[in-house]
T-cell receptor
Framework: DTGVSQDPRHKITKRGQNVTFRCDPI?????LYWYRQTLGQGPEFLTY????????KSRLLSDRFSAERPKGSFSTLEIQRTEQGDSAMYLC?????????????FGSGTRLTVV | AQSVTQLGSHVSVSEGALVLLRCNYS??????LFWYVQYPNQGLQLLLK??????LVKGINGFEAEFKKSETSFHLTKPSAHMSDAAEYFC?????????FGTGTSLTVIP
């Protein structure tokens, strides 16, 4: 296993379009997280899953955002009716268990540009 | 509530000079603290972490950080900067379910 994979690496979309990103975590990790990083800022928490259950969602995750992890393996993050303010790097991370950040591994991210 | 503050959004050092990146934290419980590095268009790579063991934590690439409870600080240091250290550095605190990141410090290394 080579780490957390995210696809695509880059996405350019027109305002109003829907986009979907995929994250494949490290296979034995049961926790999966999504973060958003805007230019010049640190990553901000969006949501996390334990297996297929979505346990927490940030206020940043508006109604236009939805995340799924249907079989407790890969996850998708969909943004509907994209806005220019959605332009950011979307980072996925996984970890083997609840803990003090042990084994928390980030993917390389998907950079979204909304034009 | 958990939060971190990174003092100095940009730091420049000469190659071979000491690197000091500052981080102060706020936590209502004993904190778990981390430093991550991010290269352009890349994800985050863990440099080191403090999880209530030794207060001086050694990480990768010659970096280390000291947890000082009295000062609520977790500053990152490296004795001698290398050109390859040029990157964005993030301090973070964890509450076991998520990370709270600082706004980052961009390190420039001058040859």
């Amino acid at each position: 296993d080579t780490g957390v994979s995210q696809d695509p690496r880059h996405k350019i979309t027109k305002r109003g379009q829907n986009v979907t990103f995929r994250c494949d975590p490290i296979s034995e990790h049961n926790r999966l997280y999504w973060y958003r990083q805007t230019l010049g800022q640190g990553p901000e928490f969006l949501t996390y899953f334990q297996n297929e259950a979505q346990l927490e969602k940030s206020r940043l995750l508006s109604d236009r955002f939805s995340a799924e992890r249907p079989k407790g393996s890969f996850s998708t993050l969909e943004i509907q009716r994209t806005e220019q303010g959605d332009s950011a790097m979307y980072l996925c991370a996984s970890s083997p268990r609840q803990g003090a950040g042990d084994g928390y591994t980030f993917g390389s991210g998907t950079r979204l540009t909304v034009v | 509530a958990q939060s971190v503050t990174q003092l100095g959004s940009h730091v420049s050092v000469s190659e071979g000079a000491l690197v000091l990146l500052r981080c102060n934290y706020s936590s209502s419980v004993p904190p778990y603290l981390f430093w991550y590095v991010q290269y352009p268009n890349q994800g985050l790579q863990l440099l080191l972490k403090y999880t209530s063991a030794a207060t001086l934590v050694k990480g990768i690439n010659g970096f280390e950080a000291e947890f000082k409870k009295s000062e609520t600080s977790f500053h990152l240091t490296k004795p001698s900067a290398h050109m390859s250290d040029a990157a964005e550095y993030f301090c973070a605190v964890s509450d076991r379910n998520q990370f709270y990141f600082g706004t980052g410090t961009s390190l420039t290394v001058i040859p």
